[in-house]
Every structure is written in structure tokens, then in C-alpha cells.
């Protein structure tokens, strides 16, 4: 690895804090590719990044990194703590590994891949974002999801899209349950073509789009009627 | 709310260290519990003897205190470590002991009994509790560890974790439970008496109550499913092994890492960072409402 | 008329004090809808409150300061414990989180032109921050809440404090909610949300539960401003002694504890009334809790809840608080209530003083509105004029009566200058009960 990285600026953690290497990567004239060595499972890695920088943090990262990104470019080698690219809004993550929990919680921008599984309420609350999950997603995932698109090539668990607004979700294995006001809908052509679209961009070739379901709002509960009350 | 560790050998040869992996992963949770620490350490037990772990036999009880346990059984033998002592005596003479230390009153506590456990706690930043109890020096088969931010009883000793409220049985908690104290009520009409206010010390003993009343672990961790309300993450020690079970909406986290060497828990990576192989170790998080179980050979 | 031998007398129609005619109609609105009942403002009952606490003014004993002449400071500095810019304000008193959307454009603006024109802050709400309030306010507090609606890091980086919101006290443990007549285009836009929907807003973080996780997020809000800014932790009134210790314990410069008087832009009427504590209640053990820690006055303490007049800021500075906020007050300032509607008011069926359907968005005052037109009504300039004239008011109450007190400044007003009315406010404040040096459980009952 270090041959490809050779070009990299390094930043060690076992040898700057945390501050020090988010200092490093949000000041105004920062460029180019950066290594992050020794994560090991710190929090607040790459937070707040507003350079369209290239980042690979080398190991296991802990919550929120990539919090609140934009423009940054970041790839995670390791498994990733909860809220990775919490409320990112433009630019990539990546993640090697697996999610943790609230993955892409309320992001609103850019793009989030996971190559492994991702947990608990993955895409919460998403304002836009696109995520892409290689393997599967936890309950409760795409939970009040508002807009942008969640694509899973495994299996989604219990409760998919509870009281979800306007997010699409794509899930091609099986869903363990949908929840309140998610329902099954026929994939447009229009569907089609962003989930094409993003699993190219996520660098996904094995799965095919055709094989994937798509998942809405029922609309439902977006005016209160009494009929609807169990759903509350 | 709390960090939590947890670390299961596989591999005999790492026994000696035990206690130093559990004193590094246990400081790395201070900042999710600086108000008090303890664990719960398994092994060095013999064939019909028992480990009583105690608290508050200060130093100038001790030689009355010896004195009468030795009059009760001569081949009593005595350990401490700070505020903490262990007797290990034969396991015939173990009600007998309970009864001398009642003598006591409230001051000096049954902390933990069982084959292989040993039990400490303390008030204090975790890496100093752990440093008081000469952790990084124990050797043994399996530890879990706690770190405590209080949520709503007192920062004491007896509110640190981890609680043991049966033979070989601890229980160490992350969440806040919503329904503990009508629980208490109940188990303690059951006959079960309780120390502290905490909501984990409940839990621990509506597990313990179960398996007294011949359920298995597994199943009672199931059945705390419908009965426990609330969040948590509840990590479990037994005399061969240890239980992890997080609730159904599992909002505290939880991470376990699996190489031939040894099982570990936690509540962040972070905890995992200084362990053996944890490059190549399987990484994931238990599910919510699953009881995983890990066990040495009996 | 005289009384016929076969009719005897009738008694009085007698109506019952439990089912009493607003219960009826609320029993029978239930059976009509299917619905609970969805209100904006705060708790209508009566509860203790500040009324039921009085100053000690000095005479022999202690000597007060000159009304018009002696200095009574009133200057309050918030988030001095991590942040390395903490915030300055002129008067202890601050103007609530309100979400833009709750309020219109208008209304959001002249807050922040009132509380700059006196040296205070205000704050954004569940929505966003707008150009008009960030342009109009010189220090704005932007709220950082569960649904964390328009939230993005530019502005958090153009806020000069973040507030964590858990709780409120008028719904704490509720998330929010905005009814679709209020979700218009530009609303819309700023929440990613379809226009004209009710918006149901979660009532937990999604990426966060409990102090140790709170710890987390604190750090990385940090991390995103450069360690700059004063972090505040706003939470409901229910536990307020375990609440704060944890706030502190997980990082908090700045803590904001709203009583259950506190308003709301539209919850459920079960949660106004029958959640929460009452702001008089909960104040003692925030500051006991800050005490406990060596921490009051080191991580500063923001009370909220039916604050209306320079008696009840300076009466809850007494009681160790560093500052209080303003909501309702705020928006009656404004113009909300105000008897010139009501005309319109009984177009809404209700009266001035009442009106209470914030929800609907048919404010005739123009504040609760989304509706061009009934916001248009509000000239932000103007009311911003009447927000710095009420403040400013209530700042000089206070100091009237620290000076008083023999205070030189507000911060200086102490429990002991005080007094109970009642057993119920000498029980909840330990402050004794006026002519007595008892207060209930002292010693020992």
C-alpha cells in the first residue's frame, strides 16, 4: 500500500490529536491527497471539511467521521463508528468495512458508500444524500428519510422506511418488515436510471439494476386522518 | 451510562494476560465513565472451593475478621487489594461466612461469591480504579469491565459496576432502564434485597432470580426481553463465559471483535485498539435483541 | 307568580367541577375528530410561579443603592468554560429558539433587530437559520435539534453559540411537529420537506442517546467550529437535577432549562398540560446540581418558562440562574393577543388573550403565520422597536429591584433575598415562607 500512498501527506494519530489534524484539514489553503494513520477508532475524524481534499484514513474510524462534510473525499480502509458522514452535504464517503448505526444520519448531500453492512437506522432522517450499501442495513433504516436515495444490494431488516416523506430506497435482497407508510412501488424508468446511476458510481458491477425493488412514501401520513391513527 | 468491556480468552496462552489487556481497554472508556469503574475478573478457582469477594474489612478489622473466618475454617486464605478482599474457603463453609460477615454490619459487603469470580469497584477515574486493584497484574480466563457516568442514583462504590447478585453472575450495563423500579418491587416480594437504587442492579437481579429458579442464561436474557423496558446494552458474566443482549431499539452501542484468540466487547473500537491481532479480527455489532453467548468448555 | 302545590322547587343547574364545560367540549371534539387536540403557547393551568416569591428589600440592615445614580450592572458573559469566544450580553435576558416556520420571516427579523438593539441574543428554531434573522441579530444562538431541519455546518459556522436541543418544556420527551398549512414553499424548501404535509418531527437524536454518546456529538460540534463556540444544552424540566449534572458531565458550556410554562408552536394539549415542571420547581435543583459539581456560575444556567416581566428574571437570578430567555412574552411584544384583533380573534372563535391555534397559521397578528399576507402585517422594523422597548424594561425592573437589594449587580441577587408566599413555593425553592425562617422539610418536617 505505502507504494500508492507514497504520494500522500501523512498525519499519524498516535502522534497529533485529533484537533491538530482537523485544523490541518480544514484551513483555507489546504490540497491535495492525505493519509490519516492509526485511527483506531477516534471520534470526529475528517469533521467539518469544506476542501474538495483527498482523504484515506487507514483503519478503524470511530463516530461521526466525516461529519458534516463538503467537498472532501474520503475513504475509511477500516470499519466506521455511528453517525459516519453525519449530515454530509457534498463530496464521498467510503467505508471498507462496515457502518455502524445512524450512517448518513440527516445528510443532505454527496455521496456515502459502504462496502460491508451498515447498522441501525441507516440514512435516518436523509435530506438528500445517496447511499449505497454493498452488503445489508439494520432496522429501522431510512426512518423519517426525507429526500435522496438509499440503495441496499443485500437484505433490509425490520421497519425499512418508517414514516418516510420523500427518499427512495432500493433494496435487492429481502426486507424484513417495511415500516408505517412504506410501501412497494413499481421501479419507473426514471428509478431505474438513478439506480443505475449510482451503483456506477459507487463502483458496483455485480448487481443489476433490474434486480432491485423500489420502496416509497404511501403519503399516508402526511395529513392527519383518523383512519390512519394506528400508524401514529 | 457507561462504557462497557469485555474480553473472553480462547487461547490459554494469553491467560497471564488478562488483567493488563482489561486495565487498557477499561481506560479507554473514561470519558464514557469517569465517575467510577470496576470488573469482574474468572479463574483461579479450585475444585470445591469458594472466592468470596468483600468490601470494607478495613485494616483495623482484619485481625478479628481473619481470626473468627479461620475459626470457621482453617484452611481459609486471604487476599487483598486495597479496600477489597478475596477469601477463598471451602465451599461447606461459605453460609457459615456469610453469617459471621452479617455480623458486620453494612460496612463490610459480599461483593461477589462464586468458583472463579473475583469482583472490584471504586469510585475514581477508571485507569486509578484499576491501578488500585493492581488489575494489569490478574491472570484468568475471561474479565468484563465497566466505566459509570451516573445517570440517576449516587456516585458511590456500591452504584459502580459490575453487579453480582448470584454465584459466578455479573452484569455490567450501558442504557437506563424505564420500569426498574416497579421491578424492584416485585423481586424484592420475591425475597431478593437489593443495595443500591441503580437500575442495573435490578437488571442483574431479575437475571439472577430467573436462573435461580433453574431457567438458562439464554433464557433468561430472552425473557428480560418483555420484561426489562428501556434501553440497554447488558453484557454478562458466568463462571464459563459471558452474554452480551442489547434491547430492540438499541441506541447504545456496541462492538465485538472475534479471532481465534479470544472474544472481545465494548462499547467503541476504540476499547479494542491495543489488543493482539485486532487487524485481522472479525469486527461487527451485535444485533439488537439477540442473546450471543460465548463459552469455554466446561 | 305564585308557586303551583304540584311543581316543586328546582335547584340550581349545577355544572360539575370535574367534567367542567371546557372538558365536556374537549370530550366531545375527541368523539367528532378521532384527533387529539393539537394547540400551540404553553400550559394554561395555574401553577406556582414567581408570583409566589417576594424581594427582601434593604432599610437598617442592609442599605440600598441610589434608583437613578448608583451603578447595577446587568452585563452576563455565557460559555466561558471550553469555548474560546463566549458570548457577551448587555441584560440577562435572551430571546428563545422559534423556529422560522413557527414564525414568519417578519416576526424571526424583528426579534433579532430588538434583542440586537439592546445587546442580547436570540435564537434560530426547528428549521433553520434565515438570512433575515442571522442579517438582523447581532449574536444568534442556532439550535441543533433532532429532526435537524436546514441544519448544515455554513451555519453553524456563521452561528456565534450552538444550542443541543433534548428537550422543551412544553412536550419534554416529544419531538416537534408543524401542521401542513404552515409547510409553504420557502418552509418547504428549508426542511427538504413536500410542501403543505404535517411535518412530525422525531423526538430523539438520530445519531446520539444519553450523556456518554452526548459527550461524542459536543466534541464534534467543537471539532466543526474550531473549538469556538459556546455549546449550550437546552432540556425540558423533568429531572432537572440528573439532566444538568449529565449536561455538564458531557461537555455543556451553557445550560437552558425550559419549565413546562414554556410555549410551543403546536403540540398535542395532553403534552402542555400534563408533562413537565413547573420552571419555580426546577430551578433549586439545576443550581444544586451545579453547586454538587463545583460548577455554578462556571457553566452558566439560561431559565425559561413563563419569564414575563424584570420581577421574574430577577427573581430567577436570585435562585442562581445566569440568565433567562423569553418566548411567549416575545411574541405578545410583538403584538400576538393584542385586543385591536379582536375582531379577527372571533373570526377564529376565540378572544384576545386566548387565542391559542398557532397551528393553523391564521395569526392576525402575523407572527404564527406562513400566509404572505398575514405576515406582511408585522413591519419588522416596528417590531423590532417594541422587542428592545420590552426588554429594555425589564432589564431596568430588575435592576430597580437589585438597587433595591443593594445590589451593584444583577448577579449578586442570593436566595436569602427572598421570601415564599406560599408552602408550596417555600417547599419547591427552599426559599422560607415570609415571616418564618422555615421552609417545608426543614428540619426534618
Known sequence: MSATLSNHQAIDLRESTIRELNAVLQSEDVTGSWLVSHPEGRHSIAVGLTAPIDIIIDGQAGYYAGGMNQHANLVIKGNAGPGVAENMMSGSVRIEGNASMAAGATAHGGLLVIEGDAGARCGISMKGVNIVVRGSVGHMSAFMAQSGNLVVCGDAGDALGDSLYEARIFVRGTVKSLGADCEEKDMSAEDLQILRGLLEEAGITEYSAEHFRCYGSARRLYNFHVDNAAAY | MCGIVGLFLKNPALQPQLGALTAQMLKTMTERGPDSAGFAIYGGGAHGRTKMTLRGVTEALRPDFEKSVLSLSDSATFSYRDDHLVVSCPDDAVSAIRELVAGYGSDVRIVSSGDSIELYKGVGLPEDVAARFQLAEMSGTHAIGHTRMATESAVTTAGAHPFSTGPDQCLVHNGSLSNHNTLRRQLVRDGLSFETENDSEVAAGYLSWRLSRGERLDEALTASLSDLDGFYTFVVGTRDGFAVLRDPVACKPAVMAETDDYVAFASEYRAFAGLPGIESATVFEPEPQRVYHWEHAA | ?445
Open chain 3, 1 to 445: 307568580m305564585s308557586q303551583s302545590k304540584n311543581t316543586p322547587p328546582r335547584t340550581t343547574p349545577r355544572f360539575s367541577a370535574t367534567f367542567d364545560q371546557f372538558t365536556i367540549s374537549e370530550i366531545q371534539r375527541a368523539a367528532a375528530t378521532g384527533i387529539y387536540d393539537i394547540r400551540g403557547a404553553g400550559t394554561k393551568r395555574k401553577l406556582p410561579h414567581f408570583d409566589d416569591l417576594l424581594f427582601l428589600g434593604a432599610s437598617i440592615s442592609r442599605y440600598p443603592l441610589e434608583g437613578y445614580r448608583e451603578r447595577c450592572d446587568t452585563d452576563v458573559v455565557l460559555g466561558t468554560r471550553f469555548a474560546k469566544k463566549p458570548i457577551r450580553l448587555k441584560t440577562p435576558v435572551t430571546v428563545a429558539g422559534m423556529s422560522f416556520g413557527a414564525l414568519s420571516a417578519q416576526a424571526k427579523e424583528a426579534l433579532g433587530r430588538g434583542a440586537s438593539a439592546v445587546g442580547t441574543s436570540t435564537t434560530t428554531g426547528d428549521g433553520g437559520m434565515t438570512p433575515e434573522e442571522r442579517g438582523h441579530s447581532s449574536i444568534l444562538v442556532y439550535q441543533y435539534l433532532p429532526s435537524r431541519y436546514g441544519m448544515n455546518p455554513d451555519d453553524l459556522r456563521r452561528a456565534d453559540a450552538i444550542e443541543v436541543v433534548v428537550g422543551q418544556g412544553a412536550k419534554p420527551g416529544g419531538g416537534g411537529m408543524l401542521l401542513g398549512q404552515k409547510i409553504s414553499p420557502r418552509v418547504a424548501k428549508m426542511r427538504n420537506l413536500p410542501e403543505g404535509i404535517d411535518q412530525r418531527s422525531a423526538c430523539r437524536h438520530p445519531d446520539w442517546t444519553g450523556p456518554d454518546d452526548l459527550e461524542i456529538k459536543i466534541e464534534e460540534l467543537r471539532e466543526i467550529t474550531g473549538w469556538e463556540k459556546p455549546i449550550y444544552v437546552k432540556v425540558g424540566a423533568s429531572r432537572p437535577y440528573y439532566d444538568v449534572s449529565l449536561a455538564v458531565k458531557a461537555g455543556a458550556d451553557v445550560i437552558v432549562l425550559d419549565g413546562m410554562q414554556g410555549g410551543t408552536a403546536a403540540t398535542q394539549e395532553v403534552f402542555i398540560e400534563h408533562v413537565g415542571l413547573p420552571i419555580l420547581s426546577a430551578i433549586r435543583s439545576a443550581v444544586q446540581a451545579l453547586q454538587d459539581l463545583g460548577m455554578h456560575r462556571k457553566v452558566q444556567l439560561i431559565v425559561s418558562g413563563g419569564i414575563r416581566s424584570g420581577a421574574d428574571m430577577a427573581k430567577a437570578l436570585a435562585l442562581g440562574a445566569d440568565a433567562v430567555a423569553i418566548g411567549t412574552a416575545a411574541l405578545i411584544a410583538l403584538g400576538d393577543q393584542s385586543p385591536d384583533l379582536a375582531e379577527e380573534y372571533a373570526k377564529l372563535g376565540t378572544v384576545p388573550g386566548a387565542y391559542d391555534d398557532w397551528q393553523e397559521g391564521r395569526d392576525p397578528a402575523g407572527i404564527t403565520t406562513q400566509d404572505p399576507e398575514l405576515a406582511s402585517r408585522l413591519d419588522p422594523i416596528l417590531g423590532g422597536r417594541r422587542i428592545a422597548n420590552y426588554l429594555s424594561v425589564m432589564t431596568m425592573e430588575a435592576q430597580a429591584i437589585a438597587r433595591a437589594c443593594g445590589k451593584s449587580h444583577l448577579h449578586n441577587l442570593e436566595p436569602e433575598d427572598l421570601v415564599s408566599l406560599t408552602m408550596e413555593a417555600a417547599a419547591m425553592t427552599k426559599i422560607p415562607l415570609a415571616g418564618t425562617d422555615w421552609y417545608p422539610g426543614k428540619n426534618g418536617f
